[in-house]
């Protein structure tokens, strides 16, 4: 199995909403990620998880809030999100934990906040 | 930190035709270069990488090139087809502990039928 699964696809929210973005993924891997990708953009990360621990956050706002339940998911939990947070949210995993490996994507979430 | 540079932002050959998208990086310690495909609407995937040990790979249409002295390398795909239009990131990864892929701005390739 070298997927990484993503739930929702596709999400609308209001701006006082809770929601959550879950991922999961089988391949034993030990990092995982979270990035967001604004249209004709490059993925920009978020945060990384390394054996369960969260290892960088890169100065997300907290409306923004990750959690690894266990070593294959992965939440993301959103709280009265703005507008400008519409985006893809992809998640990723790599192997080990030096991070310098491949990492796979999950197929994303389109979160549009209204 | 590392910073990646993507040139050109947009690419358009003719089918059958070679396409060559160009990277430089900054950080000399970074030794895991991947590319990824992303068509419209869908995920980034993995279509080759190269690590800092070897200086050209090859998968059938497909090469990368490695040039550590200059601090740069290169995507190359041989006779293209429509199906190899999507956009195209590089990216970068330094071996100093806990820091993961530094991508590029990406290169739109449109390859014309």
């Known amino acids: 199995d070298t997927e990484v699964t993503q739930t929702p696809k596709h999400l609308v929210m209001g701006m006082t909403n809770k929601k959550s973005l879950k991922c999961e993924q089988h391949m034993g891997h030990r990092a995982m990620y979270w990035y967001k990708q604004k249209a004709k953009k490059p993925p920009e990360l978020m945060f990384v998880?390394?054996?369960?621990?969260?290892?960088i956050n890169e100065s997300v706002p907290s409306r923004f809030s990750p959690e690894c339940p266990n070593s294959s998911l992965l939440n993301l939990h959103l709280h009265a999100l703005q507008p400008e947070d519409s985006a893809l949210y992809l998640c990723a995993s790599s192997q080990g934990d030096s991070l310098n490996t491949e990492a796979f994507f999950g197929q994303g979430t389109r979160l549009t906040v209204v | 930190g590392e910073n990646v540079e993507q040139h050109p932002s947009t690419l358009s050959v003719q089918e059958g035709d070679s396409a060559v998208i160009k990277c430089t990086y900054s950080d000399s310690a970074s030794n895991y270069f991947p590319w990824y495909k992303q068509e419209l609407g869908k995920r980034p995937q993995l279509i080759i990488d190269i690590r800092s040990n070897v200086g050209e790979k090859k998968d059938q249409r497909i090469a990368v090139t490695l040039n550590k002295t200059a601090k740069h390398f290169s995507l190359h795909i041989t006779e293209t087809q429509p199906e190899d239009s999507a956009v195209y990131f590089c990216?970068?990864?330094?071996?100093?502990?806990?820091?993961?892929?530094?991508f590029g701005k990406g290169t739109r390739l449109s390859v014309i039928a």
């Open positions: 990216a970068a990864s330094p071996n100093s502990g806990n820091t993961p892929l530094v």
């Open positions: 998880y390394s054996y369960e621990k969260l290892s």
